[in-house]
């Protein structure tokens, strides 16, 4: 066979793969721009629902009706777009998940199939539960403490004065300045909305991390012991992280970490597990060998 003929012989699998991953892509996007769609009918339910932490913050404050503004034409548009964005991705998910696995899997064999299948499916289930956990949990604690900030100062204010402590009406208020300004809260959409997406993509992709560290257990690329031994950087890199992806404010930072490093510590009892698991299936097929055995092998060889 020629050198002409063996180029050809190589190009054409090449060929159809790119084809295949074309249309794997072009399924994805479409899939992608339908979710858009269907997110977008229901974008202003989904920001209600999404702001409703802000709302009930702010009714505790004393505020009857919470109001929030938008400043320029488009921006209340482009809130509703931004929405569309991220939940329409969260609807199509499913469908560009199985196209990837639909590209990779006829490289994997069964075996990898099986480990790998797991994890497509756990990836979503975590992130969900890491943005329910930021919405019910974190994003509240974060708004009453940067809006009850407000009542805090103007608390200590009255006492410093010598005058009876009240709590503001309306909208929540920090005390009135020298000259007699108040300055008083009226939130943007677009920023608040900001603040809520923030800590849901934050809490979401950290939650990815006993999936992340398990699959790569499985590849053997990282170990349990390896993941106890670096554990002092972990927190340190976890410490960096939260002061990274959350507001400046000691509450949801602590939250963050805590959590993280709860994952963490999950994710080393998954690995071990794993390796356990790997450990008993190669003894049972007599290929495990101790580590003291492989010693002792290579002491034979060297001989007296």
């Not at 003929?5 to 074309?22: G, N, T, Y």
């Not at 072009?26 to 997110?39: E, K, N, P, S, W």
């Not at 756990?122 to 009542?151: E, I, N």
């Not at 031994?229 to 507001?247: E, H, M, N, Q």
């Amino acid at each position: 066979m020629s050198d002409t003929d063996q180029v050809e012989d190589s190009a054409a699998p090449l060929i159809e793969h790119l084809a295949e991953l074309r249309t794997r892509l072009i399924r994805a996007v479409m899939a992608f721009i339908v979710g858009i769609v269907l997110a977008f009918v229901v974008a202003e339910p989904i920001l209600q629902f999404l702001l409703g932490p802000i709302e009930a913050t702010l009714r505790e404050l004393g505020d009857p009706s919470p109001t929030l503004q938008y400043t320029s034409p488009q921006e209340y548009l482009f809130t509703l777009f931004r929405i569309s964005m991220v939940f329409g991705f969260a609807l199509a998910f499913p469908v560009i998940g199985f196209q990837l696995w639909r590209f990779v899997a006829p490289g994997l064999y069964r075996t990898e199939k099986n480990a790998f299948l797991p994890f497509l499916i756990a990836s979503p289930v975590m992130f969900m539960l890491g943005a329910s956990f930021a919405h019910f949990v974190v994003t509240p604690l974060a708004m009453a403490f940067f809006l009850g900030f407000a009542d805090v100062s103007s608390i200590f204010a009255n006492l410093l004065q010598g005058a009876k402590p009240e709590l503001p009406e309306g909208a929540a208020i920090v005390p009135e300045t020298g000259d007699g300004i108040r300055i008083t809260f009226f939130g943007k959409v677009n920023e608040s909305l900001d603040i809520t997406l923030k800590f849901i993509m934050a809490f979401g992709l950290c939650f990815q991390l006993p999936v992340l560290l398990t699959l790569m257990g499985k590849a053997g690329l990282v170990s349990a012991e390896g993941l106890k031994s670096v554990r002092k950087y972990a927190v340190v890199g976890i410490l960096v992280l939260a002061a990274l992806v959350t507001p400046p404010d000691v509450i949801t930072q602590g939250i963050l970490f805590v959590v993280v490093y709860g994952l963490y510590e999950v994710s080393i009892f998954l690995v071990s597990r794993v390796e356990k698991t790997r450990e008993a299936k190669l003894r049972e097929e007599g290929l495990w060998v101790d580590d003291e055995d492989e010693d002792e092998a290579h002491t034979e060889d060297r001989g007296p």
